[in-house]
């Protein structure tokens, strides 16, 4: 890559004074004036640095190259995971061509053939609004479902007709995670809202004010009734989920994203609508499944770190008298239902997906043949349990849905995908390596099998770490037009996910956070020691949690990495909880307003390490200017930090994406532009070209 001595100079970003005091130390914030992300001042400095960064980029040759190779590489469908109801399935697809998936259904067995419900591309010009989510109704009669735009959080959620083919007058405002769900006579759903926003504030203000609420179908909004809310408890989750008979509402609370929940239950027949507790304490997970009568079924970590399932008796509900169903096993159970009489679990195997089916005394009667080691993340299934449908993908074969007959033990793809490239000319291996304390860290290995490795090898080093999060074999198209290049993809399972079970996740959380890092340290040093690749030729690469990852890894270990793409990512470590739903995230990293939290968070935050006179490697930092997950002033902030105090040659870019958010909902177009500049960016700092 050219030196910055070679390329136009970035942007120079006014530094500031500011600094706060905070538990008695005086903490530096000279970037603070980037957290007004929609002045003026910073829209003309998004331009400045977007158009150093397409500087930078205009002069790699092979940029357009592989844009246009991803670009052949994407053209297949993507399905979404079905919901039947009644005798119709609701899905979303997206085909070869779109930029933005398609809300449609068929009749059972008729998958190849559905019918169109809504296609977003037609509401907007530049395709940035999105299917943020759809729930029919138990017959199949009405499907609500949600919009998003510019990649926002925010939801409007609308109510179809299907019988009719057309809108109902209903609408529902300002809402972020409302997970619906319906009664069974279908004259409306429980829904979760929260406080609208103040519209300038919309992108940044911290959500609150969550309630749960019903929705009478060709009622108004504001007339939607509370059950139940916490208004002194402004960082509470909670949903609400209808039993399949419509006797009790099961209410589930988390406080922030740590999933420890408390329960509750509503007897919709009690004219009163008493909440009742079921679970008081925030201890262990809870997993609603389903429920036959009195009895409800839920997967919970209590007592047993990997998960099993229990029974709960509503007129016996103390832990005492619970009745263990399936008792925990080597599987880390992750998710799952109950349904004609069986239940239906995705698991962990050594941090790969397995799906067991058992009955309802908890006999496994089948474990799912899955195509080959990959991710399961979710499942749905008709009511009678009679097909279970199933996302599955592997690092060489893209999302998928698979039909699972538990009767015949038969399972089939539902729709047949048209791909571009051969699945079986890659290979993954699975290895594990030491971290700095001797924790053994599972790694997946990914290349084309014409791959050469060693030294030379250009490799992508990936991770997550956090929020009981596994990073199990999946597809990424970005990942694939890596191998496709000659690169190698290595995927560390390290600390802070849920790769095994609570006590894997808690070791990388909150004061153990520093673990996640020396975790992905290791795994880098592992790479380079095995001689699989060398430091010049490594690229780090995380998003969201993941950019936090990076961003704490590059500024404890400059010297170690070649390249660093840090997406979206959160990185000052002293203000996250400040805005959107930062502070939910408290739960997993602490609050740096507690004595004890603020120097393990002061001592990695990305924002806050990086030091004047260092040598970084070649760095892009990407976010967007709507991203209301993780606010962009985080980005804004430590590309300025990074730009200012950078020593060497190696450019540090700053890409900002417009008319954006954290991800969910952005174009094809849009993400193929931005992984086709990563992948021009950290190839040309490796010295390296694609192979392609």
Known sequence: ???????????????????????????????????????????????????????????????????????????????????????RVFFTLQSPDARQASLVWSPVGAEDTPITILDPEALSDDATIAIAGFEPSPSGR??????????????????????????????????????PSWRKDESGFFYASVTPAEVQEMYKAPTAGRSLRFHRLGNPQSEDRIYFEQPDEPKWLFSGKVTADDRYLIIRIQRGTYRRHRLAYIDLADPALQVRNLVGTFEDMYLFLGSCGDELY???????????????????????????????????????????????????????SVVGIYDRNGKCLQDVALPSRGTVPLLTASSDGARIYFLYSDPAFPWQVLVHEPGANETRPMRTQQLAFDPTEYITEQHHFESQDGTRIPIFVTRKRTT??????????????????PESPTFRIHHLSWLEMGGQLAVAGIRGGGEYGRDWHQAGAKAQRPNVFADFIAAAEWLIETQ?????????????NGG????????????LFGCCLPAVGVLDML?????????????????????????ILLGYSPYHNVHEGTDYPPTMVTTADHDDRVY??????????????????????????????HGLGKPKDKQLDEYADQWAFALTALNAKPTF
């Open 1 to 87: 890559m050219k030196s910055t001595n070679e390329l136009p100079c970035h942007p120079d970003t006014r530094r500031t004074d500011h600094a706060d005091m905070i538990h008695g130390v005086s903490v530096p914030d000279p970037y603070r004036w980037l957290e007004a992300v929609d002045s003026p001042e910073i829209s003309q400095w998004i331009d400045a640095q977007n158009e150093y960064t397409n500087a930078v980029l205009q002069g790699i040759q092979f940029r357009a190259q592989i844009r246009e190779h991803m670009e052949a590489l994407a053209c297949f469908e993507i399905v979404g995971t079905p919901k039947q109801a009644g005798e």
């Open 142 to 179: 009405y499907l609500a479902y949600g919009l998003a735009e510019a990649g926002s959080d925010w939801q409007r959620w609308f109510v179809y007709d299907v019988e009719k083919g057309s809108l109902l007058g209903d609408a529902l405002e300002w809402l972020k995670f409302p997970d």
């Open 298 to 352: 839920f997967l919970t970590n209590r007592d047993a770190p990997l998960g099993r399932v229990i029974a709960m008796d509503l007129h016996a509900s103390e832990p005492g008298a619970w009745r263990e169903v399936i008792p925990e096993s080597e599987r880390v159970l992750q998710y799952g239902l109950f349904a004609g009489e069986r239940f239906a679990l995705i698991g962990l195997s050594d941090a790969s």
């Open 452 to 469: 050469a490795v060693g030294p030379e090898t250009p490799t992508c080093l990936y991770g997550y770490g956090g929020f009981n999060s």
């Open 532 to 544: 699989r690749t060398s430091t010049s030729k490594l690229v780090i690469q995380g998003r969201s």
């Open 548 to 559: 936090l990852l990076v961003g704490a890894c590059m500024t404890q270990r400059p010297d």
């Open 575 to 599: 203000r996250f909880h400040l805005f959107t739903v930062g502070s939910y995230w408290t739960s997993d990293y602490g609050s740096p307003d507690a004595p004890d939290m603020f120097p």
């Open 632 to 661: 962009p002033a985080h980005s804004f902030k430590f590309a300025a930090a990074l730009q200012h105090a950078q020593a060497g040659d190696a450019p540090v870019a700053l890409r900002v994406d417009a008319r954006a958010g």
